[in-house]
Each structure stands twice: as structure tokens, then as C-alpha cells.
């Protein structure tokens, strides 16, 4: 596997094997020695580190943007955050960091940072904005995918995209994605809400406990697995066996001796199995 760093070649090596052969990590460089893993017989899968090509249509800046080379490593910080400036729009930057660059009519990588810097207040020992590590977490964003940027095929029709207002449109997408993850914390927040006043309000019964439990539940407890946060001992699960084997009758509520934090829980996937009922 040859290729450029952060590209998912050792994780494609794990795919193939079915299991974690290789270590991986979402940053470039993770791979620093050659290891060979023996696939078949004749067959050998090699994991190299990341190669950078020499390739005079990408610099180092496109290479820092594309993900290619660490971020944490890089000493010129102003040249990938000009090509940011340049392909995103600074509405975006506005509504992702809470931060007003309506005063510049032409923005760059010295404006966004120092701007950013003062808003998160980071400064250096001199008392000036903190460009740099301003640089390196919004350039982490963007290879990450929270700043998105789309590049149309050279051979796109123009006349074929749709003409409207993109910073309008923009604004009012990311307005909406607000909103609706504001409605998704508020409607997890009246859930757990709901469920924790019903704990706290009612106490599990053994009827409860035993429509929690099914067959296979109950198999799993004598076989001296955890279920539910209940597992039974070594003797409670041969005095079961021993019950079954005679032919007497089974009472499983005895043997759940349940502490408060037990039932609560039991409880509470009692509610949430009958609340998906509804």
C-alpha cells in the first residue's frame, strides 16, 4: 500500500483482514515504519508510511488543506489560511466562530486569525493575537469537514447551476441546522427528563422486572452473563438448574435481589420498551 499520508491505506488493510492489524488515526504520519502482514499463502499485504510526490500543481499549502501534511507540524501557518480566506466566504467564518469581518471588504489569513484570536482570546506573552494556534484549529476544521468547500469539475456547464443568492441561501442553511440541533438537545432533554421523574416517582415490581426479561435474557443469566446489570451466582444458577432438572416449578423473582440503582435501571428500560410501543 503506496501512497499519500492520511489517505486510509492501513485502514484498507484492516478491512481486508476483518480485524485491527495496523494502527490508524485520523491525522497524517500515524504509519512510520514499513510492516508486512501475511494475507494467504502466497499473498502479502506491506503498510508503508505516507509518501509525498513532488508535484509542481500542489504546494505545500494545498497539500496542509488536502489533509496531506500535519498540521501540528507546520511553521507557515499564513499560506494555507490564505487559500481558506480565498475559497470560503466570510459569512461562513461569521456564523462557525461568532465572529464580524462585515468591516473588511476583502479578507485574509491575517484578518480571520487576528479576529478569531480576540474572540477566543488567544494572545502571546507580547499581548498580540495568537495567529497561530488560531491557524491550526480552524485548518483542523476544514480538513476534518466542519468548514465545507465544494470544487465544481473543470468541465461543469455554468449555465447549468442554478442562479440564486449563495450568501443568502448560506446563511439560511446554517440557521436552520442550528435550529434543528437546537430541537433535537431540547426534545433529549424532556426525555430524560420524563424518565427520570417516573423513576423517581414509582418502584419497579417483580411482574415489571420479569417483561423486561426474555428467554434468551434468562438464558444468558445461567449461563453467568450480565444482563440488565444483574448476574446470578454460582449457586443461585445451580439451585435453578437443579430446580429444572426435577421438574419443580421456577420462581426467578427470588433470586433477583435488586439494589435502588438496580431497579432504577431495569425501570427505565422498562418505560423506554413501552414508550416504543406507542
Not at 242 to 258: C, M, S
Request: glycine share 6%.
Amino acid at each position: 500500500m503506496v501512497g499519500y499520508p492520511n489517505v486510509g491505506k492501513s485502514s484498507v488493510i484492516n478491512a481486508i483482514c476483518n480485524k485491527k492489524l495496523v494502527g490508524v488515526a485520523a491525522r497524517p504520519g500515524k504509519t512510520k515504519h514499513f510492516q508486512t502482514i501475511p494475507l494467504e499463502k502466497y499473498l502479502l499485504l506491506c503498510d508503508c508510511p505516507g509518501l509525498i510526490f513532488p508535484n509542481a500543481s500542489s504546494s505545500r499549502a494545498e497539500m496542509v488543506c488536502n489533509g496531506v501534511l500535519p498540521i501540528d507540524n507546520i511553521k507557515d501557518y499564513l499560506s494555507p489560511m490564505d487559500l481558506l480566506a480565498e475559497r470560503i466566504p466570510k459569512i461562513v467564518f461569521e456564523k462557525l466562530y461568532g465572529i464580524n469581518l462585515q468591516e473588511f471588504k476583502i479578507i485574509d489569513a491575517s484578518t480571520v486569525l487576528s479576529t478569531y484570536s480576540q474572540k477566543r482570546g488567544f494572545m502571546t506573552g507580547r499581548g498580540l493575537p495568537d495567529e497561530a494556534k488560531a491557524s491550526k484549529l480552524m485548518l483542523k476544521d476544514f480538513v476534518n469537514g466542519k468548514i465545507l468547500y465544494v470544487k465544481l469539475p473543470p468541465t461543469y456547464q455554468g449555465e447549468a447551476i442554478w442562479q440564486s443568492n449563495p450568501l443568502e441561501d448560506l446563511e439560511n442553511l446554517i440557521h436552520q441546522q442550528q435550529q434543528n440541533q437546537h430541537q433535537i438537545n431540547d426534545d433529549a432533554n424532556i426525555d430524560n427528563q420524563f424518565e427520570n421523574q417516573l423513576i423517581q416517582e414509582k418502584k419497579i415490581t417483580n411482574e415489571e422486572i420479569l417483561e423486561i426479561f426474555t428467554q434468551e435474557n434468562l438464558a444468558q443469566l445461567m449461563e453467568g452473563k450480565k444482563v440488565h446489570g444483574i448476574k446470578l451466582t454460582k449457586e443461585q444458577r445451580r439451585e435453578i438448574k437443579h430446580n429444572f432438572q426435577r421438574g419443580d416449578p421456577i420462581d426467578i423473582k427470588k433470586y433477583l435481589n435488586l439494589q435502588q440503582n438496580q431497579k432504577e435501571t431495569l425501570y427505565k428500560t422498562y418505560i423506554q420498551g413501552k414508550r416504543g410501543q406507542i
